[in-house]
């Protein structure tokens, strides 16, 4: 008794604490905090736009990068991980220009950490474009990127249709600065040339050759080639080049959101324009800025820069976190989050529409704005959320929800998988090129994304013998991963991809006691920690051994927990224990406190903190449990159709 006493307190609590962070507008937003470099990138931009920072929002922003320094003097990735020399230079970089003092003790640590990790010539090709912007690196570091590739045909090797929306967005810009070659003259002392080794105006070449990597060298050579005959290209084609860059650019800066909807293609496409000599007033780049210091959160004492916004997608996890807790449909809070969601639908063909000419769209995007680019896992996610809070019942809810789900159906690639912004976006051979050292140029299928969508074609009352589903079934199964989990790509990590995928088979009616499904619970089960909870660390991208390790979380547990009742096991005692682990953890404000990273942008390059994740899913996961306990069923169950939904198909051709 005393335990269903504290579950409903606990999710009371939690509802309370949901209903008070819910915006008038209806929709729900977390702030999205990445590492150093957001912020250093945003000091180190206004100043290369020479536009001055006022000085107390400087002074915030310089203080939020001071916060994430390590003991050591570096800066890591995410928190609880190491320096990286990447995120440290441009740092120590930005809190120069902010105005610290080179011989100020923080300074002096970060110097030496620096030089430990081998000084800023080794950092990744995007800290070396910065530094070349300010001519702490020769541009002849850089690799090739010149504008004459918005001349190449589809067909060719490279081309912008064959990497992903990110890469697009943030590479069409670069085309023109790397053509440019800009310069932005420093004052005396702000430089960084003491993070150096060696004298960076004798580096010349940074990519070195591989021994027993001839695709890799083969494009360094490549690299080598285009920039001995750089200045021989015909400058009619290059001027050429150049206004198909900057038509391009402009074209996917129309939106209120900025190019992409993501800070780096943002701040390129912004300083592209400077360099091209446009005015202050240019609309284009006015509305760039703009949507540039829209990502910033006052913190009081500090300035959060975020990478990007995050409603839709907080939106629909809330609204699956508060129905499965047992607020009604008809609650004001989910008509008003239901009717904003319906408002942010995209009816426009954005850039995945080269690849399925004849696929009507009707997705969701991330973002406040970014039509242009919706993506499969918002798209599929609330889809599921609106299924949850009765939408086909409303008149225009069936319309709506056949638009969203055929546009999923469409998006489904060759191998049976779904990837997030485009089909089949696996050119693999193109992360050998030397300006994909971060080997995040592409977006290919992931088990996350493909769990997701089989989740919803479920829910839609398909199920075996639906060809898109009998597919990504082999696909599913072939990705299962040795220790029984599924790799994560867009949250931390097995245990995010196993919670998605296992939810997923459990709608899909998949006998739960298979022997690959007792593999990943039992997988899930020795994985849970002494405290009760599980955790991953973003080293598991780098070290799969370290599948399902970590420090215990909030929104990792419940994930886990998700997964394990999918398969039946809420009844069991690990699920008994991480139930408590949730309820012992809750704060009197009815939240949960997690500092860690839980969330993925780029496997062992980029990772997200949404403050929203340690809020959402252990109240989701507290929900499920009543409900399972109660009657046996989760709200998913529910509302789950008997008969498949009869939707016009009209998947691509």
């Known amino acids: 008794m005393r335990t269903v006493e504290l579950l409903d307190d606990g999710i009371g609590r939690g509802l309370t604490r949901f209903l008070s962070l819910q915006n008038p507008g209806g929709y729900w937003v977390f702030p999205l905090e990445a590492d150093a470099t957001i912020p250093s990138e945003y000091l180190l931009l206004h100043r290369f736009l020479g536009r001055p920072v006022d000085a107390a929002r400087r002074d915030r922003i310089a203080r939020s990068i001071r916060r994430t320094q390590l003991p050591d003097g570096g800066w890591p990735l995410y928190e609880d991980g190491a320096a990286d020399v990447s995120a440290s230079v441009k740092a120590y970089f930005a809190l120069k220009i902010a105005g610290d003092a080179p011989d100020a003790p923080h300074m002096e640590r970060a110097r030496r950490r620096i030089l430990a990790l081998g000084g800023a010539a080794r950092v990744n090709v995007f800290t070396r474009i910065t530094l070349a912007l300010f001519g702490q690196m020769p541009w002849r570091t850089v690799p090739a990127i010149p504008a004459e590739i918005m001349l190449l045909p589809r067909r060719f090797f490279f081309h912008l249709d064959k990497v992903s929306y990110w890469s697009r967005t943030v590479m069409v810009p670069l085309f023109i600065l790397y053509t440019r070659r800009p310069v932005c003259a420093l004052a005396p002392g702000e430089g960084v040339r003491e993070l150096f080794t060696t004298p960076p105006e004798t580096i010349r070449h940074v990519d070195r050759l591989v021994p027993g990597k001839a695709r890799k060298n083969a494009f360094i050579l490549l690299d080598r080639l285009l920039k001995r005959i750089d200045s021989r290209m015909p400058r009619a084609s290059r001027e050429e080049a150049i206004r198909r860059a900057e038509r391009w650019t402009r074209d996917r800066m129309q939106g209120e959101g900025g190019i992409g ?240 995928v296992l939810t997923a088979l459990r709608q899909l009616g998949e006998d739960m006691t298979r022997p690959y499904i007792r593999k990943a619970v039992a997988w899930l089960i020795s994985r849970q920690n002494p405290d009760g909870g599980w955790g991953e660390s973003c080293r598991s991208y780098e070290d799969p051994s370290l599948a399902g390790s970590g420090k215990s979380t909030a929104s990792q547990t419940a994930w886990a927990l998700l997964a394990l009742m999918a398969a039946g096991e809420e009844r069991g005692d690990a699920v008994r224990r991480g139930i408590d682990y949730l309820l012992e953890r809750q704060d009197g404000q009815g939240g949960w406190d997690e500092t860690l990273f839980t969330g993925t942008g780029f496997p062992r390059v980029f990772y997200l903190r949404y403050h929203g994740y340690s809020q959402i899913f252990p109240l989701w996961a507290l929900g499920v449990y009543r409900r399972l306990l109660t009657d046996g069923r989760s709200l998913e169950d529910r509302v789950r159709r008997k008969r498949p939904l009869d939707l016009p198909l009209r998947a691509r051709k």
Not at 334 to 353: N, S, Y
Not at 441 to 452: A, I, M, V
């Open 261 to 500: 909807g993501i800070y780096p293609a943002m701040a390129n496409a912004v300083m592209a324009l400077k360099v091209l000599g446009c005015a202050p007033d240019d609309p284009d780049f006015a509305r760039g800025l703009n949507a540039l210091d829209e990502l910033l959160v006052d913190r009081g004492d500090e300035i959060l820069c975020q990478p990007c916004h995050s409603p839709v997608w907080d939106t629909c996890l809330a609204l699956c976190a508060v129905l499965e807790a047992g607020l009604p449909p008809d609650h004001a809070a989910v008509t008003a989050a239901v009717d904003w969601l319906f408002d942010k639908q995209v009816f426009v063909r954005g850039d995945w529409a080269n690849r399925a000419p004849n696929l009507k769209p009707g997705a969701w995007a991330f973002q406040f704005e970014n039509s242009l680019y919706p993506d499969v896992d918002d798209t599929a996610k609330v889809v599921m959320a609106l299924l949850r809070a009765g939408v086909l019942d409303r008149r225009d809810g069936r319309d709506r929800i056949a638009a969203a789900a055929n546009w999923v159906l469409g998006m489904q690639g060759s191998d049976g998988g779904w990837g997030a912004f485009d089909i089949d976006n696996n050119f693999h051979y193109l992360n050998d090129i030397p300006f994909a050292d971060h080997g995040a140029l592409l977006d290919p299928s992931t088990p996350d994304l493909t769990g997701r969508c089989v989740e919803l074609f479920s829910l839609l009352g398909y199920r075996r013998g639906f060809p898109p589903i009998d597919r990504a079934l082999r696909y599913l199964r072939k990705g299962q991963d040795s220790c029984g989990g599924w790799f994560g790509r867009w949250g931390v990590n097995y245990i995010y991809g196993t919670w998605s």
